[in-house]
């Protein structure tokens, strides 16, 4: 959690008394244990769970997107295996392309939204952790 609370610190540029009540408000949003149901892909594949730690494949055709959502406890890497993807991140407001081979962290608290920014299927992992997995969507 205090990763989270470092990184609204410095990208609000608050204090880090005002920092906190916006993470502690930021996490009365009502987050979920597995985002499954809540957007379609082409396939979602999983090689590894264990307590604190998950590698998931997901593919996206290129009009599907994972909704804006951010984890409050775990950070999110990515690494293209195919296509390409883009990520759109708040606070601060910054887009990141990722095409195969290439890598991007998200870390927890960060707002972000993947789309397929090709033309055809992106595949992609994501490696989720270390921490307890939520997912907390967003507008």
Aim: charged share 20%.
């Amino acid at each position: 959690m205090m990763a989270g609370l470092s990184t609204i610190h410095r990208s609000r540029q608050c204090t880090k008394q005002q920092a906190a009540q916006f993470l502690r408000v930021r996490t009365m949003m009502k987050s979920v244990k597995s985002a499954d149901l809540l957007y379609e892909v082409e396939r979602r594949a999983e090689y590894a769970t264990r307590p604190g730690f998950r590698i998931r494949e997901l593919q996206l055709s290129s009009e599907q997107a994972v909704p804006w959502h951010l984890h409050t406890a775990i950070a999110d890497t990515f690494y293209v295996l195919e296509g390409q993807i883009r990520l759109s991140l708040r606070e601060p407001i910054e887009a990141v392309l990722l095409a195969p081979g290439q890598t991007f962290t998200v870390p927890a608290g960060r707002p972000h939204h993947v789309t397929n920014s090709g033309g055809s299927s992106a595949t992609f992992l994501i490696l989720q952790g270390l921490g307890e997995y939520d997912f907390v969507p967003l507008d």
